[in-house]
């Protein structure tokens, strides 16, 4: 029984829908054989593309960093494939120490994007990669740019390159847009350039909507704002001026700050400890409630500086006045806007 069933099993294998059965597996198999191989090289080839690409990225990235003049570059870039989603993985270099991105499960204390990069830092990285993108971007010359708030939370030391980085972007797309709450950043931009090449206009509140109009930049940022800035700065860098100036300036710095960054919230005849109390009372639906981050600093300067103004001081020429602790001061008015 055992050889009559074996012979039965063999002369089944020769029926032709069996036959047929076994010619399509063995179709399949080598099939599959050949894509296995295709999929092999084009493993390889996507390996070799990945590898050329953000190795021209990296480069790309740490040459903007470079005129940024940040104190870090990025490294040890690769691709993965976690999940069958290409991505891409890399460190950034601090003091020649790399130091991983890190995640929610990163453990408190560990180095980290979060930790070790202030966020004028990181800003500037974001920017070293949109720029560094656009570059790659065969058909940049067809397409228009917006940067929305480029100079936010970047220091000011950055400012210039920022500006010129912009300008030569603007080479080469079709057309750049900025928009920005800076006022004298925009000018920046806008000082140069042919009136043909270059339009200037702003939103506007028009009851409960909002209009495009024309802005007459050179009359908004003809203020005492930058005065003020220059005066703080040089006697943070280099301990130039009088103080009772220095100390002066800073209420006056602060206000034109506000009054820059949100627009239309302050009066004319309104000063700072008015937009200490705006911003206090201000609800999340409301621009000002942005400032309210900040609002514990600005008091801590208000109250420092106020006993040298004549309006809260009737001796405030001789109030006395520490040097060392109006550099602190002054260093913490110009952090507001990045300035150190």
Known sequence: KRELADLEAKKKRFEPKVVQACQDYQDAVNIKTSLEQHKTVGREKLDQHCEEILQVYQLSINTYLDQFNAGFRITNS???YAGGTPSSHYQIKINNNAVDLGNSRTQPGTPCFKTTLSSG???ALALAF???ALKQDAGIGNKIVVLDDPFTSQDRFRRTCTQQLIRELARTAQQVI?????QHFLRLIWEGYPPADIKVVQLC?????????EWDIEA???STYLKNYSTLLDFYRERKGTPLNVVRSIRPFIEGMLRSHFPGH???????GNFIGKIRSATNADGLFHAQADLPEIEAINEYSKKYHHE?????NSEALSEDELHGFVKRTLRLVGGC
């Open 220 to 222: 908004e940022t003809q």
């Open 78 to 80: 690769r691709h993965l």
């Open 312 to 316: 809260q001081n009737p001796n405030a």
């Open 205 to 213: 509140r028009t009851g409960d909507n909002t209009v495009i109009g």
């Open 130 to 132: 949109f720029l560094a």
């Open 121 to 123: 830092d990181r800003s």
């Open 266 to 272: 302050f009066q004319p005849h309104e000063w700072l």
């Open 178 to 182: 900025v928009l920005s709450h800076d």
